[in-house]
């Protein structure tokens, strides 16, 4: 019916109240409601007034409100009180919600990113038992999603994440506790949306009418896991004393927000006191640190130090004019960030992020029931400072590598020593065109980023006290030196990029059929600026002049989504969804064609300590390389360096002309997916679908100086072992190695690879249920990605194992979530997850005298005799053999006491990994004594305690 005033009312708009009239064909649409619980009134003269409650609003959900208005005096009022929809007939976009209430219930852990993991199937990222994962690692660096890789965290529709690695990674850590609700976004999105992967849209809390808040304080420690350590564990060469292992995890939140002018200006303050420390399964300090011998010492272990403060300001400047601010300052100490069973803890250096911090600003302004206009900027300061995590250890000893084991200690291999900056700035704005039946929204997308990175180490100190110029690291073999590695140090690069989207998105309803189609242009430009480098111990002084177009790249995406309401009761939808989606970056594609990734950074030369002079000379063995280092050529105990264009720095990687400008020259997929979705009955729904992508503009670098002639095959024979399977004794073919004229000689150009593919393809099913106060949430997701790479550029060698197939068993995730209450206050909630194991590797690492059918020493040899070089050699084809699958079950009893109308205390006890599961979460791939020896494992039932008591 046309012509009816629609009121939707809540506590959660500062103005109130937001009203719109139907269309000609008595639609409505009310845009840019927050989230929260409304009421719906519907009047029309000589009318009954209807009016809708409770009706809940998540982000990114359409809820289907209907009336039918009889006849009456206008005074006349009928309330109605159901369940809030729970199929959106109209959205195609794929995700789900996840509200701080539910955050609340289940055992979380902490209210972190990685939350979202557990309770979304086919999503992948880090293992957590309550937690465990620290800080940093709960921080939201989210896997992929049916194989799409990358990964976007905004906080109120801005980008809050740094410019490292693939687009970028979490710099700041955003507070579960500052926030009222997480947005994820998995596929089917609209050209409004940068996503290529998974996203995350954090809602940040606001103040009201009424001042709220919160106390939530949370702990547990060794004394409260359980210990998982079995035979199985022991036979892999974990000991007891190494497994991982929660030393201490404490968690302290505040927040309270309310009226600083009533009706116009709000604030909620959310403040975090947050710590953890973990032992790393495996890892031991070197107890002889600054000597040529590793003597396995104390445990290694993580520690995390984090205090945050969030603030949120909201101030309706008049009745048509919102701002609101949001400013997170972060003080954050990392000591032991990762961990391997390749390396010793000292070598691994700690982080300080400072400053580190989020200030943005957002401002609504719905100008008319029609009109909408918003804009955003968000600045993101992260800069961090690496220093050695024990004060013992420092940057300039040296690090060592033993080839016989895989295994490096002593030291940082390379390790930045200045103040890195990945810095990011946002800006969004748009103009939406609301009508019942019909919304036209445009807008635009704006992100800047530097990345500053280097390193200050101009020397290192030798076991006797020597003074030894320049970066270098050492390759043992057992105790017995092998080779050098000289570095491109001290040095610091930098890079810049432009992130721009424009869009056009329209939807129309049209009886049962919702179509939602745009176009998205997306413009991405890198470059760097002039840069000089000062000579350092191997290397000449440079001048590099900028570079503008690093890349320049054009793209134009459509999208187009339809929702069908299959039987027009708002139950059943039919959603399809096809669009184009660019890969997002970061500046880690600027740093990859930076002077410093297009030059020569390392080279090994041969090392002969032991032979080199007569017997009894004291030069032999002492551990010291008695040559000119920074002269290139053979000279004392030191043989060539493997690559010559090193000491001049010339650029010896390029791309040609076609990827680096253009129209739709970066990696990009079509993605497309089906989707049912039903509502069986009152408070449960069911879904179900298919997903595919594929990819193209997948390149390959060519070193132009060599050609597939300039290999030659060998084999080996594989060790035999029963773990080995049938891979056990058998001889490894389609290996090849560079002809020894052509070795060191590099001039290498990255073009488009047309051969190469990649496809995923998924099916999926899921539940949601609410009723009675209880929630059942989670289902299947099963899949199975292809990729061919068989295209001969250099190395024949590619061509083995170059066609793989992940099979779906091994893609499929199943996962469920759901809480209970029962009386007394008492809250039952658990998560459940079976999830793949880890695919098995086992890289072989072979003599010069097991090579079969060179009829030579490999290249690496040089002049050496005897030659002491290796060749790395892989034994299992990949996905052929697998840990386990991993399941883990958590639960939580909850207690909660009503202290008052608007005041609760909610105790928690939780109980993670309830089984004590104890599976291998990472490992050593060196085939060896030390193969498949766990480098981190699940970690054992842990308790943890927690309150929150909000009012």
Not at 26 to 30: A, K, L, M, N
Not at 166 to 172: D, I, M, T
Not at 282 to 285: D, E, F, I, L
Not at 395 to 400: G, L, W, Y
């Given at each position: 019916?046309?012509?009816?005033t629609?009121?939707a009312a809540?506590?959660a708009?500062?103005e109130?109240?937001?009203s719109v009239?139907?269309?000609t064909e008595?639609?409505?649409?009310?845009v840019?409601?927050?989230t929260g619980?409304?009421s719906?009134?519907f009047?029309?003269?000589?009318?009954?007034t209807i009016?809708?409650e409770g009706i809940?609003i998540?982000a990114g959900?359409?809820a289907?409100v209907n009336?039918?208005?009889?006849?009456?005096a206008?005074?006349?009022?009928?309330?109605v009180?159901g369940a809030?929809?729970?199929?959106?007939?109209?959205?195609?976009?794929?995700?789900?919600?996840v509200?701080t209430?539910?955050?609340d219930?289940?055992p979380s852990?902490?209210?972190?990113l990685?939350?979202?993991?557990s309770l979304?199937?086919?999503?992948?990222?880090a293992?957590?038992v309550?937690?465990?994962?620290?800080?940093?690692?709960?921080s939201?660096?989210?896997g992929?999603?049916h194989?799409?890789s990358?990964?976007?965290?905004?906080?109120d529709?801005m980008s809050?994440?740094?410019?490292n690695y693939?687009?970028?990674?979490?710099?700041?850590v955003?507070?579960?506790?500052?926030?009222n609700?997480?947005?994820?976004?998995?596929?089917?999105a609209?050209?409004?949306?940068?996503?290529?992967?998974?996203m995350?849209?954090?809602?940040?809390?606001e103040?009201?009418?009424h001042f709220?808040?919160?106390?939530?304080?949370?702990?547990t420690?060794k004394r409260?896991e359980s210990?998982?350590?079995d035979?199985?564990?022991e036979?892999?060469?974990?000991?007891?004393?190494t497994?991982?292992k929660v030393?201490?995890?404490?968690?302290l939140?505040?927040?309270?927000g309310?009226p600083?002018?009533?009706?116009?200006?709000?604030?909620?303050?959310s403040?975090?006191f947050s710590?953890?420390?973990?032992?790393?399964a495996?890892?031991?300090?070197n107890a002889?640190?600054g000597t040529v011998?590793?003597?396995p010492?104390?445990?290694?272990?993580?520690?995390?130090?984090?205090?945050?403060?969030a603030?949120?300001?909201?101030?309706?400047?008049?009745?048509?004019n919102?701002?609101a601010a949001?400013i997170?300052?972060?003080?954050?100490?990392?000591?032991?960030?990762t961990?391997s069973?390749?390396?010793?803890p000292e070598?691994?250096?700690?982080?300080h992020f400072k400053?580190q911090?989020i200030y943005?600003a957002?401002?609504t302004?719905?100008v008319?029931?029609r009109?909408?206009?918003?804009?955003?900027s968000s600045t993101?300061?992260?800069?961090w400072?690496?220093?050695?995590?024990?004060?013992e250890?420092n940057?300039?000893?040296?690090?060592?590598t033993d080839?016989s084991?895989?295994?490096?200690?002593?030291?940082p291999?390379?390790?930045?020593?200045?103040?890195n900056?990945?810095d990011?700035w946002a800006?969004?704005?748009a103009?939406?065109y609301?009508?019942?039946?019909?919304s036209?929204?445009t807008?635009?997308q704006?992100?800047?980023?530097?990345?500053d990175?280097?390193?200050?180490v101009?020397?290192?100190i030798?076991?006797n006290?020597?003074?030894i110029?320049?970066?270098i690291?050492?390759?043992?073999?057992g105790?017995?030196?092998?080779?050098?590695t000289?570095?491109?140090a001290p040095f610091?690069?930098?890079s810049?990029?432009?992130?721009?989207?424009l869009?056009?998105q329209?939807?129309?309803t049209?009886?049962?059929?919702t179509?939602?189609?745009?176009l998205?242009?997306?413009?991405?430009?890198g470059?760097?600026?002039?840069q000089?480098?000062d000579?350092?111990a191997?290397?000449v002084a440079?001048?590099?002049?900028?570079?503008?177009?690093?890349?320049c790249?054009?793209?134009i995406?459509?999208?187009v989504n339809?929702?069908?309401?299959?039987?027009g009761?708002?139950?059943?939808?039919?959603?399809?969804?096809v669009g184009?989606?660019?890969q997002?970056?970061?500046?880690?594609?600027?740093?990859?064609?930076?002077?410093q990734?297009?030059t020569?950074?390392?080279v090994s030369?041969?090392?002969?300590?032991q032979?080199?002079?007569?017997?009894?000379?004291?030069?032999?063995?002492n551990?010291?390389?008695?040559?000119d280092?920074?002269n290139?050529?053979?000279?004392?105990e030191?043989?060539?360096?493997?690559?010559?264009s090193f000491?001049?720095?010339?650029?010896?990687?390029r791309?040609?002309?076609?990827?680096?400008?253009?129209?739709?020259?970066?990696?990009a997929f079509?993605?497309v997916?089906?989707?049912?979705?039903?509502e069986?009955?009152?408070?449960?729904?069911a879904?179900g679908?298919?997903?595919?992508?594929w990819w193209?503009n997948?390149t390959?670098?060519?070193?132009?100086?060599?050609?597939?002639?300039?290999?030659?095959?060998?084999?080996?024979?594989?060790p035999?072992d029963?773990?080995?399977?049938?891979?056990?004794g058998a001889?490894?073919?389609g290996l090849?190695?560079?002809?020894p004229?052509k070795?060191?000689?590099?001039?290498?150009?990255?073009?488009?690879d047309r051969?190469r593919k990649?496809?995923?393809?998924y099916?999926?099913?899921g539940?949601?249920a609410?009723?009675?106060?209880?929630?059942?949430?989670?289902?299947?997701?099963?899949g199975?990605?292809t990729?061919?790479n068989?295209?001969?550029?250099?190395s024949?060698?590619i061509?083995r194992?170059?066609?793989?197939?992940?099979?779906?068993?091994q893609?499929?995730?199943l996962k469920?979530?759901g809480?209970?209450?029962?009386?007394?206050?008492?809250?039952?909630?658990?998560?459940?997850?079976?999830?793949?194991?880890?695919?098995?590797?086992?890289t072989?690492?072979?003599?010069n005298?097991?090579?079969i059918?060179?009829?030579r020493?490999?290249?690496?040899?040089?002049?050496t005799n005897?030659?002491?070089?290796?060749t790395?050699?892989?034994?299992i084809?990949?996905?052929?053999?697998?840990?386990?699958?991993?399941?883990q079950?958590?639960?939580r009893?909850?207690k909660?006491l009503?202290?008052a109308?608007?005041?609760t205390l909610r105790?928690?006890f939780?109980?993670?990994?309830l089984f004590n599961?104890?599976?291998?979460?990472?490992?050593t791939?060196?085939?060896?004594?030390n193969?498949r020896k766990?480098s981190?494992?699940?970690?054992g039932r842990?308790?943890?305690?927690?309150a929150q008591?909000q009012?």
């Open positions: 019916m046309p012509g009816v629609v009121e809540s506590p708009l500062i109130r109240v937001r009239v139907t269309d008595g639609r409505f649409t009310i840019d409601l927050r619980t409304y719906v009134t009047t029309l003269p000589g009318f009954k009016r809708r809940d998540p959900f359409t289907t009336a039918d208005l009889p006849l009456g206008l005074s006349e009022t009928v309330t009180t809030a929809p729970l199929v959106d007939v109209q959205n195609t976009t794929q995700g789900k919600v509200p209430e539910v955050l219930a289940l852990g902490a209210k972190s990685l939350t979202i993991v979304t199937p086919g999503l992948n990222g293992a957590n309550g937690g465990s994962a620290g800080i940093y690692g709960n939201g660096n989210l992929s999603f194989g799409k990358g990964y976007k965290v905004e906080i529709g809050v994440l740094n410019t693939v687009g970028g990674s979490v710099g700041v955003p507070s579960g506790f500052a926030m609700e997480v947005q994820l976004e998995t596929g089917g609209s050209a409004d949306s940068s996503v290529n992967g998974v995350t849209n954090s809602v940040p809390r103040g009201a009418n709220s808040g919160f106390v939530y304080s949370s702990g420690g409260f210990n998982n350590f035979k199985d564990l036979a892999r060469g974990l000991r007891a004393d497994i991982s030393l201490q995890l404490y968690d939140n505040v927040g309270i309310g600083i002018i009533k009706d116009r200006l709000w604030f909620f303050d403040s975090r710590g953890s420390k973990n032992q790393w495996g890892s031991n300090w002889t640190q011998v590793y003597t010492g104390d445990p290694g272990f993580r520690h995390e130090d984090l205090e945050d403060t603030v949120r300001l909201t101030w309706q400047v008049t009745t048509k919102k701002i949001y997170n300052p972060q003080r954050y100490f990392v000591y032991g960030s961990n069973i390749t390396n010793a070598t691994v250096a700690a982080w400053p911090s943005q957002s401002w302004s719905p008319t029931s009109l909408l206009l918003e804009a955003g993101l300061l992260d800069n400072r690496l220093f050695p995590s024990r004060n250890n940057f300039n000893m040296i690090a060592i080839s084991r895989g295994f490096t200690y002593n030291a291999g390379t390790t930045y020593d200045l103040t900056r990945s990011r800006q969004r704005a103009v939406s609301i009508t019942g039946s019909h036209f929204k807008g635009i704006i992100e800047e980023g530097q990345n990175i280097g390193s200050a101009d020397h290192k030798g076991f006290g020597e003074y110029p320049g970066m690291s050492f390759t043992f073999n105790l017995r030196p092998t080779s050098i000289e570095y491109n610091i690069q930098k810049r990029i432009l992130d721009l989207g869009y056009a329209d939807r129309w049209m009886g049962r059929l179509l939602n189609y745009g998205r242009f997306d413009y991405f430009r470059w760097y600026p002039a000089h480098l000579a350092n191997f290397v440079r001048d590099y002049p900028a570079k503008t177009c690093l890349p790249w054009k793209d995406d459509p999208r339809t929702a069908i309401d299959l039987f009761d708002g139950k059943t939808a039919l959603k399809f969804a184009r989606y660019p997002r970056y970061g500046a880690d594609i600027v740093v990859a064609r930076n002077w990734s297009s020569v950074q390392t030369r041969p090392w002969n300590d032979t080199t002079y007569p017997v009894g000379d004291p030069r032999n063995f551990y010291f390389p008695d040559c280092l920074s290139p050529l053979q000279n004392g030191c043989s060539q360096i493997s690559n010559l000491v001049q720095g010339n650029i010896v990687e791309t040609t002309p076609d990827i680096d400008e253009g129209w739709f020259k970066r990696l079509w993605d997916s089906v989707e049912l979705q039903r069986l009955w009152r408070g449960v729904s879904t679908g298919y997903y595919s992508n193209s997948f390959a670098t060519d070193n132009t100086l060599v050609g597939p002639e300039d290999y030659s095959p060998f084999s080996i024979v594989a035999v029963s773990k080995l399977g049938r891979f056990s001889t490894i073919t090849y190695d560079i002809n004229d070795r060191g000689i590099t001039s290498t150009i990255t073009f488009f051969e990649q496809r995923n393809d099916f999926a099913g539940i949601n609410r009723f009675r106060g209880a929630r059942l949430s989670g289902g299947l997701d099963i199975r990605r990729d061919d068989c295209h001969v550029v250099d024949p060698g061509l194992n170059c066609h793989t197939v992940t099979a779906f068993r893609g499929a995730q469920f979530n809480s209970l209450p029962i009386k007394g206050g008492i809250v039952l909630s658990a998560v459940y997850q079976n999830v793949p194991g880890l695919a098995l590797s086992a072989y690492t072979a003599q005298s097991e090579v059918g060179l009829n020493n490999l290249s690496a040899c040089l002049n005897p030659c002491t070089q290796t790395s050699v892989a034994l084809n990949p996905n052929t053999m697998w840990e386990n699958r991993r399941s079950l958590d639960l009893t909850t909660l009503r202290i109308a608007s005041r105790i928690n939780d109980a993670y990994n599961a104890n599976d291998v979460l990472s490992q791939t060196a085939w060896g004594a193969w766990p981190q494992i699940l970690d842990l308790l943890t305690f927690s008591f009012f």
